[in-house]
């Protein structure tokens, strides 16, 4: 079953404005990724926040993480067509070495 | 290699026939996983390989699933019998040493059963 669920399903914004997206989740986690995939095929990494961490940058990408609500917000800064794509976030559980348990994703679309 | 390679990229089959789906994983990674992928959904686990262990197979939708793995390295996910609703993005993906790295994923399968 599918742990994680992101928020907004979809979301429309000018390029250059700023993209904002959520993941909850249930269980204690080791840490909560963030993946992109373009076209319905390959994941790629974005960026992996451990669960003693806050705040993680990379780029134009900023993520937090709130255990205490159980939840993560993805920010792209000045948003630009190549960001179209569907995001997904993942948690490794704390009780777990390997199993990460992914949500439904977020589909993005920048229009120019 | 310097990713992780899947083939085919695409395969289109008739109902029953046996597709094998193949994953090249980065060389030295130990972890691999099969997922499952409906069109506009998240991802569905299937089997987990780590190292000589036992594979984890609770995630295999039915027992037309299967999986190896030969010599720690490339992996084939095979589905026997196929049927329509076996039409999905098959992905693999490999992890070194360690929880807190990111996964890094093949281009994926897609399989269309007719």
């Known amino acids: 079953s599918q742990q994680g669920e992101e928020d907004p399903q979809a979301l429309s914004i000018q390029e250059g404005e700023n993209a904002t997206m959520n993941c909850s989740y249930k269980?204690?986690?080791?840490?909560l990724q963030w993946y992109r995939q373009n076209s319905g095929r390959g994941l790629v990494h974005l960026i992996l926040?451990?669960?003693n961490e806050r705040e993680k940058h990379s780029g134009r990408l900023r993520v937090t993480l709130d255990t205490s609500k159980k939840s993560s917000s993805l920010l792209i800064t000045a948003s630009r067509a190549a960001d179209t794509a569907s995001y997904f976030c993942?948690?490794?559980?704390?009780?777990?070495?390997?199993?990460?348990?992914w949500g439904a994703g977020t589909k993005l679309i920048i229009k120019p | 290699g310097a990713g992780v390679s899947q083939s085919p990229s695409n395969k289109v089959t008739e109902k029953g026939k046996d597709v094998e789906l193949r994953c090249d994983p980065i060389?030295?990674?130990?972890?691999l996983y099969w997922y499952r992928q409906s069109l506009g959904q998240g991802l569905e686990f299937l089997i987990y390989?780590?190292?000589?262990?036992?594979?984890?197979k609770s995630g295999l939708p039915s027992d037309r699933f299967s999986a190896e793995r030969t010599g720690g390295s490339v992996s084939t996910l095979t589905i026997q019998r196929t049927q329509q609703e076996d039409s999905a993005v098959y992905l693999c993906?490999?992890?070194?040493?360690?929880?807190?790295?990111?996964?890094?994923f093949g281009s994926g399968t897609r399989l269309t059963v007719v």
């Open positions: 993942a948690t490794l559980r704390g009780d777990s070495n390997y199993q990460l348990i």
């Open positions: 390989f780590q190292g000589n262990s036992a594979p984890d």
């Open positions: 269980t204690s986690i080791n840490n």
């Open positions: 993906a490999s992890l070194g040493t360690g929880r807190n790295y990111g996964y890094t």
């Open positions: 926040i451990r669960s």
């Open positions: 060389s030295g990674h130990t972890a």
